[in-house]
């Protein structure tokens, strides 16, 4: 059974940073593409950034380019996601995601079959 599990959420003021993980198991993720997606109060769930097996290419939303840097250690099944310069925009429940296929580039949330229980991250102005 896939398991994923975020951590590293939290509160911090504008400007800071927060570091979110996620460890997967149940199986192996190496040729999937992994990712976050987030959500805010009232809102839909939205694509933040993937990443394909290989470590490239990388894919973010465009509010979050040069401030947010996905990585993944495929070895450990673990994918991670720096965010700095963090806004109140930010705000939201991130979530761990897996693709339904290999090397997918999608950022549909159709398109990924396993999420986890999600970890928020909030950011105070």
């Known amino acids: 059974q896939v398991q994923l599990v975020e951590s590293g959420g939290g509160l911090v003021q504008t400007g800071g940073f927060l570091t979110l993980s996620c460890a997967a198991s149940g199986c192996s993720f190496a040729f999937y593409t992994m990712g976050w997606f987030r959500q805010a109060p009232g809102k839909e769930r939205d694509f933040v950034a993937v990443?394909?097996?290989?470590?490239?290419?990388?894919y973010y939303t465009e509010s979050v380019k040069s401030r947010f840097t996905i990585s993944r250690h495929n070895a450990k099944n673990t994918v991670h996601l720096q965010m700095n310069s963090l806004k109140p925009e930010d705000t939201a429940v991130y979530y761990c995601?897996?693709?339904?296929?290999?090397?997918?580039?999608?950022?549909?949330?159709?398109?990924?079959?396993?999420w986890g229980q999600g970890t928020q991250g909030t950011v105070s102005s």
């Open positions: 990443i394909r097996w290989s470590g490239n290419p990388t």
């Open positions: 995601v897996v693709s339904v296929r290999p090397s997918s580039t999608s950022r549909s949330v159709a398109d990924f079959g396993s």
